[in-house]
């Protein structure tokens, strides 16, 4: 499903130098598999997820996704491949502020050749507790409600992968399990390959496989 061959990905500092973030030499996620990233910050998670969803472009190496090489994609191209098959929950959320959480969950929709189910967004919606809250927009919704909007939002497509940043990071003990509990039920549902990063170790401790950045990662290694 998910396939990252040799990638390099390193960033030019103000100075000129070159900054070495990421290099893989593997990196494999099967259809439907549900797995977690860890790593120290600063140490790439949220740079792979942006390398694997084609926000950027690795130095080099592969990014196949349901058999498509996205790094030979232009820019429009990569847009619209993410818009049809990956779903991001961003560790800033990046709502958008204008909208209502239910507009925010079908803008994410209206990317895509598929027409706007109005709903799925309602349904999605009130899973994730807010079917209170459909017309509130994000400045009127606290910062772990903005949240379970973008989680809404990112299964809103039925991707084939779904990313999500710290998709918890920002919601209290109890509604937590509420959360991952939404994403992985609904993964596993509509079989959606999972990568998620936390720093929550009950969230950790319940998914079969947990990588460690730093062992896939040869810049870490070096560094360590
Ligand atoms: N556009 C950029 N230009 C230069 N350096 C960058 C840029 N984006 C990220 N970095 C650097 O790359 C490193 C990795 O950043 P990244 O955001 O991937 O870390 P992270 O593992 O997601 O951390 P956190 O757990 O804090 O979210 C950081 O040291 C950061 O300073
Ligand atoms: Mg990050």
Do not use: W
Request: with cysteine; charged share 25%; hydrophobic share 40%.
């Amino acid at each position: 499903m998910l396939l990252l061959k040799d990638i390099q990905k390193s960033f030019i500092e103000p100075d000129g130098k070159t900054l070495p973030i990421l290099g893989i030499e593997e990196f494999c996620v099967a259809r439907g598999e549900q797995m977690v990233l860890v790593g120290r910050s600063g140490s790439g998670k949220t740079t792979l997820l942006h390398v694997i969803a084609g926000i950027s472009r690795p130095d080099q190496g592969v990014v196949e996704i349901a058999g498509r090489d996205i790094t030979q994609l232009s820019e429009a191209g990569r847009d619209r491949f993410r818009a049809e098959k990956i779903g991001y929950v961003f560790q800033t959320f990046n709502l958008l502020p204008a909208f209502s959480a239910l507009e925010n969950v079908l803008l994410g929709m209206t990317f895509t050749r598929k027409a706007a189910n109005v709903a799925r967004a309602r349904e999605l919606l009130d899973r994730v507790g807010l079917g209170q809250r459909l017309t509130h927009r994000p400045a009127a919704l606290s910062v772990g409600e903005q949240q379970r909007v973008a989680v809404a939002r990112a299964l809103a497509n039925k991707p084939q992968i779904l990313l999500a940043d710290e998709p918890t990071a920002n919601i209290d003990t109890g509604n937590q399990q509420q959360i991952v509990d939404l994403i992985r039920e609904t993964c596993r549902e509509e079989e959606v390959a999972l990568v998620m990063v936390t720093h929550t170790p009950e969230v950790c401790s319940q998914f079969d496989r947990v990588d460690e950045l730093a062992e896939i990662n040869r810049v870490a290694k070096r560094a360590k």
